[in-house]
């Protein structure tokens, strides 16, 4: 007997239910012409406060003063915990499991290399800069392990983040950059001169093209379970705004020029003020550019690098409005002036809290509950391994 809706609608149940309309739809239906589920928007929400945070700060700050630096890596851990198990993602906390050991470690281990490098200076510069080419050549090693650590030790939903990028990336990313701050002073030493102020110029009109490079190596590097981060960010990205930064600051420097030549004019009988006044215009004129391309740079630069960044099928979206930013940039800067630096700890929960409520995701509800990654099962040896070489150096 063949399976169609008249047999089955005659010979299972009764004839005065009719079944074949349910039936025809079960075995006829295109099941590739279903719709697809849209991705909803997933928002972030940070459930921390300042007076909370500046609790947790004071404490730490006592504590790592008390222990000469000792209790600075377990500060660090509680202050990560702070933020993570307050950051929400779709209901959901973030949290950090990073083992304050590790971190003490790493810093004991630069302690040395920089007591070491003082102290080889003083015995024979060509000593010390032996030290400086071996911690130049670590560097994208350095960095790309406390990258690493930072993401390996957070999870979401009981699932750890990781970081892929390959030492070959990290060389070819952040090598450059240290160039950028060695050469200059090499040069200032070996070739004392004008031709090391336009070296160290050009060197510096690079550092968009260099902090896009960094950007696109963090963004495209992170894995979550077995989804997989992409950044489409380009080495152009960040041009425009450091142009845009780099006109103000020349105006701003004309200005100074002009306003320090007009009241130096007028106050010609006071040689004392006229020599002061081009000191306090400049400082007054290099705050308020500070205030406003400070945040302006901020806000392109975190909107850019998250709007070109996806994971798998999510896909992220930041909106940082420049003017609220700065304001709040603003207020944080002052009433940390104002308050001889207590406000910080608040000031830095405002800021984390209004990028979070800036930015969403778009995904499916399944693709925040990911299959367990394949690597979850290594051997504890391996993950010795990589406890070891992962350690921390970020402060």
Known sequence: ?????????????????????????????????????EK???????????????RIWMINLCLTILTLGVYSAWAKVRRLQYFDRNTLLDGVPFDFHGNPITILRGRIVAVIVLFVYHYLFGLSIHFAIVIALILFVLA????????????????????????????????????????????????????PGDLVIGVAGLLYLAWPWLQARMKHFQQGGFTYGEMHSRSTLSASDFVWPYFKSGIYVILGAIAVGV??????????????ISTLLPIFIGIIISYLMYVALGPYLQVKIWNKSWETTSLDEIEFYSALPVGAFTKLQSKNLLLTLLSLGLYRPFAVVDVYRFRLQHMTLRAHSSHLITATHTTMG????????????????SW
């Open 1 to 37: 007997m063949s399976l169609s809706a008249e047999t089955l609608g005659e010979t299972t149940l009764p004839s005065h239910v009719d079944v074949r309309p349910v039936l025809d739809f079960m075995l006829n239906d295109d099941l590739t012409a279903r719709p697809i589920p």
């Open 40 to 54: 909803r928007v997933v928002s972030l929400e940070f459930t921390g406060s300042g007076s909370e945070y500046f």
């Open 140 to 191: 994208p090693f350095m960095m790309r392990s406390s990258q690493r650590f930072r993401l390996r030790h957070t999870s979401y939903r009981g699932l750890r983040f990781d970081f892929e990028g390959s030492m070959l990336d990290a060389y070819a990313t952040y090598l450059p950059v240290a160039l950028m701050f060695v050469v200059p002073p090499l040069l200032a030493v070996i070739f």
């Open 259 to 272: 306003l320090t030549a007009v009241m130096a004019g007028l106050l010609t009988s006071t040689p004392y």
């Open 378 to 393: 290594e051997s504890a040896e391996g993950e010795g391994v990589a406890e070891f070489l992962g350690f921390d150096l």
